[in-house]
């Protein structure tokens, strides 16, 4: 049975609904128990199944009961990945909802929400950049990879190798991360101390293998002799963090 449009959104002991204004209803989705009693989110199928292959599924199969039941979501999370999602709304993901809504859009596999939310976190990483401490930006690297955000776990593997090697290998989160993206961070580091040094010039010197790492000699005017060291806390300071 097609459920009547609900109410504007109440909330009450005994029933509330929650009305996705200008979409049309026919299809409620009923939270679990553990929510207040009857709880229902009213949503239009033409406009769910096509942004969310899993759902296709879900309410196919029970197109003649017209309600769906969720197990253990909040709906008011629900809603804010439905306005997220659906094309009625297409709104924007924010510092408070990106973290809720990418969970269960990747749980029903909604591509448009997902990569909006990648765009979001990456363009957020990007300006906040060595203000990312070690401990934060290892669980950004988890979260990236648990939910296969790859812009999001490129830009915070870039962060990660210019961040503090002490601080980070004594987090114990960082055992979480996968062996290919602790490989890239490691790369990605190597390849920033090459970079120091090739703008020091000092790759263009003769150097023995025994004193890459000591001062060297140059010479100045006839016979003074001047002992020149590379100060690498400058040359290190526009490159590497210690938070």
């Known amino acids: 049975m097609i459920k009547p449009a609900p109410a504007p959104y109440r909330d009450s ?10 979409l049309d209803t026919d299809v409620c989705i009923e939270e679990e128990k553990n929510q207040k009693p009857n709880t229902k989110l009213h949503v239009n199928q033409d406009q769910v199944i096509p942004e969310s292959p899993v759902f296709e599924k879900i309410l196919k199969s029970k197109l003649k009961e017209k309600d769906v039941e969720l197990e253990g979501k909040d709906i008011k999370t629900f809603v804010d ?16 909802t990106v973290h809720l809504v990418v969970p ?16 979001f976190v990456v363009e957020k990483s990007r ?19 648990l939910y296969h955000r790859t812009m999001y776990l490129e830009k915070s593997i870039a962060i990660a190798s210019r961040n503090w090697f002490k601080k980070l290998v004594t987090n114990p989160k960082l055992n979480g991360i996968s062996s290919d993206s602790n490989m890239k961070i490691a790369f990605k580091r190597w390849s920033e101390v090459d970079q120091v040094f090739e703008s020091s010039g000092y790759f263009k010197k003769n150097h023995k293998k025994w004193c890459f790492y000591q001062p060297y000699l140059q010479e100045i005017k006839f016979w003074v002799k001047y002992r020149k060291t590379l100060n690498l806390n400058d040359e290190l300071e526009p490159f590497m963090q210690t938070n």
């Open 13 to 22: 002991p005994e029933h509330s609904d929650t009305k996705l204004d200008g």
């Open 81 to 96: 990945f439905l306005r997220c999602t659906l094309p009625g709304f297409d709104e924007e993901v924010t510092d408070k």
């Open 104 to 119: 269960l859009a990747e749980k029903y596999q909604t591509a448009k929400t997902l990569q909006k939310a990648d765009k």
């Open 127 to 145: 300006l906040m950049r060595d203000a990312i401490s070690s401990q934060q930006i290892i669980t950004n690297i988890l979260q990236a990879e």
